[in-house]
């Protein structure tokens, strides 16, 4: 079973705008992962942000973690034709640092 | 330094077929994972191992599904009497130390079990 759901499942914006993803979960974590996956490929890895951390950046992207809502949000900034692909974020669930759990993802497409 | 590689990139196999997948971890990484990813949603773990240690194997479906990495390093996902269910993009994943770090994930093998 998964463990969160990102919000929107789909979006479509012209290249140099903004897109916000957002993720909710439902157990205590360590930490929430956001991965990238092109069509056909593997995951690959965007940024990390711990439970006792709120906001971190990491070049055009912004995550914010809000562990009383159990939410967070991935914002991509001045997006381009190349940022077209599926966001997921993932989650440790608080256990052991073992498996990650993930999202169905959100499915961008940037026009350009 | 080199990723996270998995082979075949692709497999076809027949119902009842046996397969076997391999996964070669970056260098040095401790844990490695092994998740599966249906058409159009996310990845779900499969199983996990610290070295050679499988320490958590509690995703793996059916009792048709095995893993191993006997050295510590390089691991294969075996599936015994493929089934059509089986059919899905397997994703291995290595990190330094659990899942409290990045993991690094390969390319995946495709399986296609007709």
């Known amino acids: 079973s998964q463990q969160g759901e990102e919000d929107p499942q789909a979006l479509s914006i012209q290249e140099g705008e903004n897109a916000t993803m957002n993720c909710s979960y439902k157990t205590s974590i360590n930490n929430l992962q956001w991965y990238r996956q092109n069509s056909g490929r593997g995951l690959v890895h965007l940024i990390l942000i711990r439970s006792n951390e709120r906001e971190k950046h990491s070049g055009r992207l912004r995550v914010t973690l809000d562990t009383s809502k159990k939410s967070s949000s991935l914002l991509i900034t001045a997006s381009r034709a190349a940022d077209t692909a599926s966001y997921f974020c993932a989650t440790d669930e608080g256990n052991a640092g073992n498996m990650l759990t993930f999202g169905g993802g959100t499915r961008l497409m940037v026009k350009p | 330094g080199a990723g996270v590689s998995q082979s075949p990139r692709y497999k076809v196999a027949k119902r009842g077929q046996d397969v076997a997948l391999r996964c070669d971890p970056i260098?040095?990484?401790?844990?490695l994972f092994w998740y599966q990813q249906a058409l159009g949603q996310g990845p779900e773990f499969l199983t996990y191992?610290?070295?050679?240690?499988?320490?958590?194997k509690s995703g793996l479906p059916s009792d048709r599904f095995f893993a191993e990495r006997p050295e510590g390093s390089v691991s294969t996902l075996k599936i015994q009497r493929t089934q059509q269910e089986d059919s899905a993009v397997y994703l291995c994943?290595?990190?330094?130390?659990?899942?409290?770090?990045?993991?690094?994930f390969g390319p995946g093998t495709r399986l296609t079990v007709t």
């Open positions: 191992f610290q070295n050679e240690a499988q320490l958590d």
């Open positions: 994943a290595s990190s330094r130390q659990g899942g409290r770090y990045e993991q690094y």
């Open positions: 260098s040095g990484h401790v844990s």
